[in-house]
């Protein structure tokens, strides 16, 4: 197919492009103006790129009328980290982005609009909830979120249209200072780094089986306008991966619990409830964490040009 995807220098949609170039679809990155560049240095030959801000409703018109894909994958977003906090640019990237997208692809004829979502827009839950379970927001990125995902699901536009809500997304090329790298980057040094209450609880899902849902979910043989949660459906406390990353790397520092202040979407309640996905998509995710973190571990020895993006000391 011919592929459009948003936010491709950001780590789940770069993954995506990859993925989508290995299996041999012709690939266009849509990208902010002044994007980063450090996950598409080894790509630029291999794709196309149309440079536009999805706030410049005329350009990014043009460009996806002229780029006419089969599919769009929507990864752009703001906020997804705790130093992005300008809500105003959420607002503007998250939900009238989002509308702008899909005006865009309207106008173009796109058969599929693949939208992500996110977990947070359920906000803190005491169980596993489901995609009909009711949103409670309890951020601001996480408000933008559910405001984007209601858009696209408030009507018919003409086109196959799925959200996918991911949980904790972990892998190669993620935000170096996110909690899998850093946790690698320091266990590569014997050290721990500074860490939040080890009751604290996530759905840790490899990032090669997200990208997996996104593709079952742009099938046009499956249904349209549906939301799916994308999630293990297993939990596991910060003690936990602490734990077992301290097996899997023999790592002899002891962790220095609550020497890093929890965020307000901490908490000991985060899983999924996948039951949707693998009923009707047939997604199951294929990647223990355990395997999951070697697997990083093997990437970062075979990448080395990786070093420079996830610490000067690290000895690969």
């Not at 993925?19 to 598409?40: D, F």
């Not at 005491?126 to 949103?135: C, D, F, M, R, V």
């Not at 196959?160 to 935000?175: F, K, N």
């Not at 014997?190 to 996104?214: E, G, H, I, T």
Request: proline share 5%; net charge negative.
């Amino acid at each position: 197919m011919r592929a459009a995807v948003t936010g491709a220098s950001g780590f789940i949609g770069n993954n995506l492009a990859r993925r989508l170039l290995r299996e041999g679809h012709e690939v266009h990155l849509i990208l902010r103006p002044g994007y980063n560049t450090w996950r598409l240095n080894d790509l630029a030959e291999q794709v196309s790129i149309l440079e536009v801000d999805i706030q410049d409703v005329e350009n990014l018109n043009d460009g996806i009328k002229n780029i006419r894909p089969d599919c769009l994958f929507h990864f752009a977003a703001y906020g997804a980290y705790s130093w992005q906090t300008d809500f105003p640019q959420m607002v503007e990237t998250n939900l009238i982005g989002t509308a702008n997208l899909i005006q865009a692809c309207q106008a173009a004829e796109v058969g599929a609009f693949i939208n992500i979502g996110s977990s947070s827009e359920y906000g803190l839950k005491k169980s596993a909830p489901a995609e009909t379970g009711h949103l409670e927001p309890n951020s601001h990125y996480a408000i933008t979120k559910a405001a984007a995902t209601m858009h696209c699901h408030t009507q018919d536009f003409g086109m196959h249209m799925v959200t996918l809500r991911p949980y904790s997304i972990y892998g190669p090329y993620e935000e170096p200072n996110r909690l899998i790298p850093t946790l690698l980057i320091h266990g590569l040094e014997n050290k721990l780094p500074p860490l939040v209450n080890p009751d604290v609880a996530r759905d840790f899902v490899y990032v090669d089986d997200m990208v997996s849902a996104c593709l079952l979910a742009a099938s046009p043989d499956t249904e349209s306008n549906e939301i799916y949660n994308v999630g293990t459906g297993v939990q596991t406390s910060i003690r936990q991966i602490v734990e077992l990353s301290i097996e899997l790397m023999a790592i002899s520092a002891a962790p220095e619990w609550g020497s890093m202040e929890n965020r307000q979407w901490d908490t000991q309640c985060w899983v999924a409830d996948s039951q949707k996905i693998q009923s009707i998509l047939g997604w199951k995710p294929k990647v223990s964490l355990k395997d999951g973190l070697l697997k990083m571990l093997e990437w970062f020895g075979k990448n080395h040009a990786m070093k420079k993006y996830y610490g000067k000391t690290i000895e690969l």
